[in-house]
């Protein structure tokens, strides 16, 4: 969903950053007295409008954003997050440097950190940096419709306004990886290509049919979002990659299987030799259990972080329980918590939730999903 941030006037970033600033002192009593950090951050935005936060604050900061994020089912984790303080990098070159660096660190060999990079904020003056892909790993789609897309068809517009800059393309497998789109300050966007280093693969292949090699899967080991931007205590940081871990569902229920990506479910039931004729065969569902079972068989058998949806569902429980026993209301959207297969097996699917609304967290700015899509690339 795009959200509307317009330019905050100096009054509604003080009502923000008091807001946070009394929270990162009440959960952090080593930091010293709030008033005093409060009467800084009111001088400063007299000053400049607008004001800088401290290495503890911006650490503290992503950190809560990620508790407060209510499409995430791995909140659990939040405190772990590894905040890499960039703040100073403006341009496109530094910054496609830093986002290639990011994967490499949060891959860590296959055993997946939770990461996120920050770059220069909005300022009064200029807007910030931007990333334009919607993640700093994506898969090109060649062609314009979806039964005759190579590799990914949701990124076919983004892989074709490359091509019209100047990409040549990858080898034209299911699998070529998209440059990176990045935006700096008092820039035009453009295109850096992905060193494979920077970039861990998994091969797809199911425990208990070998031929499935043949076909090829795989998929990248690092979920890092890039296009949402970051809003701690009333500054904005539209530059701020992120990642944590993939959950089982999210490639073999929907990056795979869903019809407008890899559309792969008609493959894999005439690989298992099902009824595809007809939709009351549930031929869909066991194709969809089969998937799945090949993608977590194969994270596990590369040693590559992954978590199941059984699992999740139940520490996102864990997460909501500690969060009360603190005092802290969680917010969550029931769609995008319960996960795409198998919902109802799960103990997330038996209960509501309420959508809270944070001051800090990651949102979609208006234009972003645009942008992810190359519109107004070329």
């Known amino acids: 969903m795009e959200i509307l941030r317009e330019r905050s006037t100096t009054d509604q970033v003080w009502q923000a950053a008091e807001e946070f600033v009394l929270l990162f002192h009440r959960e952090n009593p080593q930091a010293g007295d709030a008033r ?38 791995g909140r659990l984790y939040w405190n772990s997050l590894r905040v890499r303080d960039r703040r100073g990098l403006t341009d496109a070159d530094a910054i496609a440097a830093e986002c290639f660096q990011h994967l490499r660190e949060a891959t860590n060999g296959g055993r997946v950190r939770p990461t996120i990079t920050v770059f220069a904020p909005d300022t009064p003056d200029r807007p910030g ?38 990409w040549d393309g990858g080898a034209g497998t299911p699998f070529d990886l998209l440059p990176l789109v990045v935006q700096g300050v008092d820039d035009k966007p453009r295109w850096f290509d992905t060193p494979a280093d920077a970039v861990m693969e998994v091969p797809i292949e199911h425990p208990d ?87 977590l068989h194969s994270f596990d058998r590369a040693g590559v972080t992954i978590a199941d949806h059984h699992s999740e569902s139940r520490r996102f429980l864990t997460h909501m329980q500690r969060e009360e026993r603190k005092g802290r209301e969680v917010g969550a959207d029931w769609s995008w918590i319960v996960p795409p297969i198998s919902g109802a097996a799960t103990p997330v699917f038996h209960r509501t939730y309420e959508d809270r609304p944070s001051a800090t967290t990651y949102v979609h700015h208006v234009g972003a999903v645009e942008r992810a899509r190359g519109r107004d690339l070329v």
């Not at 800084?40 to 503290?60: F, I, K, N, S």
């Not at 919607?134 to 983004?158: C, F, K, M, W």
């Not at 940081?237 to 929907?254: K, L, S, V």
Request: glycine fraction near 10%.
């Open 36 to 73: 005093r950090r409060l009467a800084e951050v009111r001088a400063e935005l007299a000053d400049t409008g607008t004001y800088r936060h401290t290495a503890q604050e911006l650490a503290h900061g992503a950190r809560v954003a990620w508790r407060n994020s209510n499409r995430c089912i």
């Open 129 to 166: 940096p931007l990333i334009w892909s919607e993640q700093l790993v994506r898969y090109a789609g060649y062609g314009d419709h979806p039964s005759i897309t190579v590799g990914d068809a949701r990124n076919a517009p983004l892989t074709g306004a490359l091509r019209a800059l100047g």
């Open 209 to 295: 049919d070998p031929g499935w090699a043949d076909w090829g899967l795989r998929w990248h080991a690092v979920p890092a979002i890039s296009n949402m931007c970051l809003e701690i205590g009333g500054i904005h940081y539209p530059a701020a990659p992120f990642n944590g871990w993939y959950m089982g569902t999210e490639i073999g229920a929907r990056n795979l299987a869903d019809t407008d990506r890899y559309n792969l479910l008609p493959a894999v039931g005439r690989r298992l030799g099902l009824d595809t004729s007809s939709d009351r065969s549930l031929w869909k569902d066991r194709a969809l259990v089969e998937l799945n079972r090949a993608v």
